[in-house]
């Protein structure tokens, strides 16, 4: 932890120089604008050099904002800025490589406290930010958090003021599909009051499968609708004699009769349709909307600090799935019908109407946190009720049953020619509703003094609370299945943290800094026993440029309520299916599974941190991470011939072989294991922590900065055994997993300009279709070379002129490129052939996409 060290003099006797609270104050000015503490350090009191004076009075303070565990990495608020990170949320995200190495949401903290649930300070901007610490990877268990996890502290500014309003516009370079955004926003902060309010848009179009060359799903389709002779025969001997040749197709004709038609009524469209293409009627990626709202304020309540936050939204997604057709045999003495023989009647619902896949949810939360210290206990409270509500609607086609038996009834009341309502489709909806409270209570304090310093411990305890209503009804509004689930969690945790040894004072044996945590806890939630869990880590820093790690955690799982009790979704998925070989779109279903059973698991990491400078300018990261599962629950994975095999009952098909759908829901486990060796390299100029001379600072106020992570992965071993008896399947082997991963950031800028690039590669990978020989059996996949370019510029920095225009003033240009080479994953069978199904658009039909956004700052 850093510590600010200053000396403040008290002449007594002459009364005169400065005034020594000036002196504090130009220190603490120093901090909040980002300078580094006074390089001197106090001399121990009663050295020769240091000896104490009657008028000297020493004082040691902690820097403002600073956690309770120590940084590893800090990035300042200039470093910060050559991001051009519109909100914290987004930073974050662009700070992954050097701050997290993961996608897992770190544990957020605002100027060294919790936030509980509150998650309102991720809408502030950016330049509300002084610093961001990512701390040691013991903090989460000294925060009373799951050990492993990252823990970012937010250190905003002490007095911070601004309302924005946000601009942007995205879309493919190939066309089909445009998006755009409004965001409003305000924030102030004034010491330890804050509050802002965020009020955001975001709107996407489908891509429609015709603006790709995409195969349609199925054959040409009629809008208006047919009659053919039964395989494809003769329809009537007289229609052909009226029309002067063979008729095996007429076409409706041009005005749907409300009356039974008649016979020269089909002699005009004799062998004629009214086609049309199916892609036209189909979406690649649905339209999608999303809405949110979030307000939050923080302020002193007596001895604590008082945080309150709401939040709402609400999301929706709508996609084609083409024209339903139906084939009815129209008999011939039907009232409707005037021919002489059974036809086949082909149609559409209603002309151009597609078939719908529509989800759609609704939350509403809030969450209270209070923070503070009770007789020495470092306190947080948190507590959060959320409340939400969800939809999802997938029509499957024509109840050709149900028109078949009126038909073979003689219904007066139903006319196969004219247009049909919406009640004669195939449809189901689930809808859910929900809520969840939830409690955290944390403890944490000094217990005992060593010469390495404090043993700490800390305390934390989460109760939860959920319930669902999942209805799932038919398109008449009949209920199919209804269920209800309440579940209770409890989960408790303990942990000491004991240094062994430290540098200098309390150094053991030489050993430099040396550090215990150890943890236990427990889980139990509704119908279960109680979950075993604990852990312990080991940090050893023999010197400053080196840092030694390993950890070890033991946990028994329980399935969580979303794996349980979720609600049922399908959607429709474009999946490749190696059985056929061809690209299929089958239902994939997902929600909570009730069979889920419990299992446990271990971790075991190992790794070191150089830093060959003794500075923040360069380091060196390579750490190896073992996990192996006993039971428990794994999500669904990518749907290749080995999955298949081992999950027979979860795969659908009809009765020509074709997958009709999936049941992806998440499945028990017999065993897994995994191990990989990560790798990582960041070089920051300058550096950090050098501070510049007094010619350079007036030189240039704003320096360039650049920033180079480089992380690698090697994934060693990637097993899972489903069920006793059946194979183990290799998933670098049998599905197409990639064994090494490489990923590049570059960042470069100042306050003014700035640019980031993104690249992203994945070593090639095989795959063996064993239901298949020869060299259709083996598949060959190239990932792409991922590239994603950000730019930003701010105007007014550029010159001291622009400064002047008012519509300049305060504003950011950015313009984001994602997959800026426009590559995608190909893959060519043993004989070098593509197959099907792999093409340019199949595999990736969105291709680079352009943002354009704009902030204005008022």
């Known amino acids: 932890m850093k510590l600010t060290r200053f000396v403040v003099l008290i002449t007594i006797a002459s009364g005169w120089g400065p005034g020594p609270w000036n002196y504090a104050a130009r220190a603490q000015a120093e901090q909040e604008n980002g300078a580094a503490p006074p390089p001197h350090k106090p001399v121990p009191v009663g050295s020769e050099t240091g000896r104490a004076r009657p008028d000297e009075i020493v004082i040691t303070a902690h820097r403002y904002g600073d956690a309770k565990v120590e940084a590893e990495t800090e990035i300042g608020e200039e470093e910060i800025s050559t991001y051009g990170a519109d909100s914290i949320e987004e930073l974050l995200k662009r700070l992954g490589p050097i701050a997290t190495g993961s996608d897992e949401e770190p544990v957020i903290l605002i100027n060294g406290q919790e936030v509980g649930f509150d998650r309102s300070v991720l809408g502030y901007p950016a330049e509300a930010l002084s610093r961001i610490a990512v701390l040691r990877p013991e903090a989460a268990a000294r925060y009373g958090h799951r050990p492993g996890r990252r823990v970012v502290n937010l250190v905003l500014k002490k007095n911070f003021a601004s309302r924005n309003a946000d601009a942007e516009l995205e879309w493919a370079t190939r066309g089909g599909q445009y998006g755009g955004g409004v965001t409003a926003s305000q924030v102030a902060i004034a010491g330890p009051v804050r509050w802002n309010v965020q009020a955001r848009i975001a709107l996407d179009s489908a891509l429609p499968k015709s603006a790709r060359n995409v195969p349609p799903r199925t054959g040409p389709i009629d809008l208006v609708g047919y009659v053919t002779g039964l395989d494809q025969a003769e329809i009537d001997p007289a229609l052909s004699q009226a029309a002067g040749g063979l008729v095996t197709i007429a076409a409706f004709p041009d005005d749907v009769p409300s009356q039974p038609p008649l016979l020269e009524d089909f002699v005009a469209t004799a062998n004629r349709d009214h086609a049309a293409d199916p892609r036209d009627f189909e979406t690649l990626r649905p339209s999608r909307r999303n809405l949110s ?186 209920v199919v299945a209804l269920d209800r689930h309440k579940r209770d969690q409890l989960y408790g945790q303990l942990s000491l ?212 992570t480089l992380n690698h992965r090697w994934r060693l071993k990637s097993e899972l055994l489903t069920r006793p008896g059946v194979p183990v399947i290799d998933q670098l082997r049998d599905t197409g997993q990639s064994r090494h991963l490489l990923s590049i950031q570059a960042v470069a800028g100042t306050k003014a300009f700035g640019a980031n690039v993104n690249t992203a590669w994945s070593s090639a990978a095989r795959l063996r279709n064993r239901d298949v020989a020869g060299p259709q059996a083996e598949y060959r996949y190239t990932p792409p070379l991922r590239v994603d370019l950000g730019l930003f510029v701010d105007p007014e920095d550029l010159s001291p002129s622009l400064k002047r225009s008012r519509l300049l003033d305060d504003m950011r240009i950015s313009l984001d490129v994602d997959n800026l080479l426009d590559g995608y994953r190909r893959a060519t069978l043993g004989d070098g052939s593509v197959p099907a199904g792999y093409s340019r658009d199949e595999v990736d039909p969105v291709g680079r996409t352009i943002k354009l956004s704009v902030r204005k700052r008022f």
Do not use: C
């Open 293 to 478: 709202l979030r307000l939050g304020m923080t302020r002193p309540l007596g001895p604590f600090t008082a945080s309150l936050s709401v939040n709402g939204a609400s999301s929706g997604s709508s996609g084609r799935r083409g024209v339903p057709m139906a084939s009815i045999v129209l008999p011939a003495g039907s009232p409707w019908s005037p021919f002489a023989n059974d036809v086949l009647l082909v149609r559409p619902l209603r002309r151009d109407r597609p078939l719908r896949s529509e989800t759609s949810s609704e939350s509403l939360g809030a969450a209270l946190t209070l923070s503070g210290t009770i007789d020495g206990w470092q306190t947080n409270l948190a507590a959060s009720y959320t409340r939400n509500w969800a939809s999802n609607l997938l029509e499957r086609g024509i109840d050709s049953v149900r028109v078949q038996d009126m038909l073979d009834r003689g219904d007066p009341a139903f006319n196969p020619y004219s247009p049909w309502g919406d009640r004669l489709l195939l449809a189901e909806t689930n809808r859910s509703h929900g809520e969840n409270m939830s409690a955290r209570f944390g403890l944490g304090r000094s217990l005992v003094d060593l010469p390495a310093g404090p043993v700490t411990a800390s305390l934390a305890a989460n109760l939860s609370h959920s319930s669902v209503v999942n209805r799932r009804v038919d398109n008449l509004d009949a």
């Open 497 to 708: 943290s004991v240094p062994i040894s430290r540098q200098g004072e309390g150094e053991l044996w030489r050993l430099g800094d040396l550090a215990l945590d150890l943890s236990l806890g427990g889980h139990k939630t509704s119908g279960s026993q109680w979950q075993k869990r604990y852990s312990a880590g080991l940090s050893w820093s023999p010197f400053a440029r080196l840092q030694l790690r390993g950890s070890f955690d033991h946990e028994e799982v329980v399935p969580t309520f979303e794996q349980l009790d979720g609600p049922r979704v399908e959607t429709v998925l474009r999946v490749y299916d190696f059985v056929r070989q061809e690209v299929a779109e089958p239902v994939w279903i997902t929600g909570g599974n009730p069979q889920l059973r419990s299992g446990s698991r271990q971790n075991r990491t190992f790794g070191a941190l150089l830093r060959p400078f003794g500075s923040q300018a360069l380091s060196i990261d390579i750490s190896y991470r073992e996990y192996r599962a006993a039971g428990g629950v794994a999500s669904f994975p990518e749907l290749t011939p080995v999955i298949e095999a081992a999950f027979p009952e979860r795969v659908t098909r009809d009765a020509v072989g074709r997958l009709a759908a999936v049941d992806a829901r998440a499945f028990n486990i017999a065993r897994s294991s995994d191990a990989e060796l990560a790798s990582g390299i960041t070089l920051r100029l300058p550096d950090p922590g050098a501070k510049p001379k007094a010619s350079a600072q007036a030189k240039a106020a704003d320096p360039l900065r650049f920033t180079l």
